[in-house]
């Protein structure tokens, strides 16, 4: 598959596409659409839901540090 001259890379990706081609299988998709779940809409998703949970906490910590020092 891969071939980019680096073994270790083409090791990681060709293993990375194995798995992404045996989990399409198993949910009955293609590597094209479960490329498109996973890179288009759940890794984006995840992404906005941990940066609105990290400014969440991060907030409460600046808050609850206020509060000690009063």
């Known amino acids: 598959m891969a071939n980019s001259g ?3 890379i083409d090791l990681v990706f060709d ?3 194995r798995w992404l081609l045996a989990w399409a299988d ?3 998709i293609t ?3 479960i490329n498109v779940w996973l890179f288009c809409i759940l890794w984006p ?3 906005a839901v941990q940066t609105v949970a990290i400014i969440y ?3 409460r910590s600046q808050i609850a540090g ?3 020092t009063a």
Do not use: H, S
Request: net charge negative.
């Open 6 to 8: 680096i073994p270790w």
């Open 15 to 17: 293993t990375a596409v």
């Open 26 to 28: 198993f949910f009955g």
């Open 31 to 33: 590597y094209e659409e």
């Open 45 to 47: 998703l995840l992404t």
């Open 57 to 59: 906490l991060w907030r």
């Open 66 to 68: 206020q509060c000690e």
